[in-house]
């Protein structure tokens, strides 16, 4: 998938970029978002070094390197943060990611960290441009101690990094998903292995069910739109995943 336009208004598109595939990054496929306002762009989560190419290839469709006005890593995975020195060199914008990863990151061959903006803990709002603004939301321990959503407030899309990610099967490549029932079985194991415990999901689960999301667009797989926004923020709500499921050394309830 590459190149879907998500939200289209006369100054505003946000863009599921690219998504990676085999043979781009041996690991899971991952998706790359780019929100373009007027000549501006914000990259979300621009993924490992192996997809940084072509992820260029696609951003230049839209904007040159030089109207970035910021890169958002939702967290500090290596499937996000892999390419980002070579982005470094190839733009001048700012980088956000949660305060508590920011020491971390010099690991990724990162000299100069003057670029990085660390995230507190309950966010930020981050304008852009004029009339360019995107909102930064607290989504701690999903899966990440210091995850951070994206919401823009125009497109009415809420970026979730890891948050309703899907492992499809590599035959499958639909877009969007409208049955969430039909969706459940490429999304349950990961939510119970990789999300931290009900407490992070019900924090989350409540301060999202409160904004107005059109969509939710997650770091893996399909985008979720209509009736399967709510059917996922009810499902998440409820799921016993991380630290709930903990029996023993090594073990975990099924
Ligand atoms: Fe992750
Ligand atoms: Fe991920």
Redesign the pocket.
């Known amino acids: 998938m590459r190149n879907i336009i998500l939200f289209e208004s006369m100054a505003h598109k946000f863009i599921l970029l690219n998504e990676s595939e085999p043979g781009e990054e041996d690991g899971?496929r991952?998706n790359q978002y780019l929100v373009v306002h007027g000549e501006d762009a914000v990259l979300l989560?621009p993924g490992g070094f192996g997809v940084m190419p072509r992820v260029l290839a696609e951003m230049l469709r839209h904007v040159p390197p030089e109207r970035l006005k910021a890169i958002m890593l939702?967290?500090q995975?290596p499937?996000?943060v892999g390419g980002i020195s070579t982005w470094m060199e190839m733009t001048s914008s700012p980088i956000y990611v949660s305060k508590i990863w920011t020491r971390f990151l010099p690991h990724y061959g990162i000299r100069d960290m003057s670029r990085f903006v660390a995230v507190p803990d309950a966010g930020m709002n981050c304008v852009l441009a004029r009339d360019f603004e995107l909102q930064l939301v607290p989504a701690h321990f999903l899966h990440s101690e210091g995850q951070i959503n994206v919401y823009d407030p125009v497109a009415r899309i809420l970026f979730t990094?890891?948050i309703g990610?899907a492992m499809m099967p590599s035959d499958r490549d639909e877009p969007y998903v409208h049955d969430f029932s039909a969706h459940l079985p490429f999304i349950e194991g990961f939510h119970r292995r990789y999300m931290c415990s009900n407490r992070a999901a019900r924090v989350w689960a409540d301060a999202v069910s409160v904004m107005d999301i059109q969509m939710l667009a997650p770091?893996?797989g399909p985008v979720y739109v209509g009736q399967a926004v709510q059917d996922f923020v009810s499902w998440f709500r409820e799921l016993e995943c991380g630290v709930d499921l903990i029996t023993g050394n090594g073990e975990f309830r099924k």
Do not use: R
């Open positions: 899971i991952s989560d939702s967290h995975d499937d996000i990094g890891d990610a770091q893996h």
